[in-house]
């Protein structure tokens, strides 16, 4: 978080070690509650310092919350199949979608624009997308939003 309160999402693939580390450590700190900081951060590879400086401002982007929005963009193949494909995706995994367009297709591909609810239910959003992501006919996804 910045200091004017703004969030980023950013993918897991960009962040510096130091920072994966401190989720690590902060998820053995969860499972574990007789684990002091030193083991956690020690087994996570990362200096006490650099959990402290930045343990308050990076968290897993799957920690679901209901009633939470997601708005994300997709560039896809205009081929048939394909977008039920996602929208079976986003089924399996019981969010709600809440608006859904789809440009005239350019050249064969098309983007979609896809806001969908985090219920009690949902499954993890990350993994969602990551599968929407690898399927047939998908160029690319992006995050717009995260309300």
Known sequence: MSKDGTYYVVRKKALPEVLLGVVEAKRLLAQNPRMNIQQAVDQAGIS?????KYQDD????????????ITFVIQMMDEPGVLS???QQVADNRANILTIHQSIPVNGVALLTLSVAVLADTGDISQMLE???????IHYL????RE
């Open 58 to 69: 990076i968290f897993p982007f799957h920690e679901n919350t209901q009633g939470q929005t």
């Open 142 to 145: 992006k995050i717009l939003a």
């Open 131 to 137: 599968a929407i992501e690898q399927l047939e006919g």
């Open 85 to 87: 494909n996602v929208l």
């Open 48 to 52: 006490r310092s650099s959990f402290y």
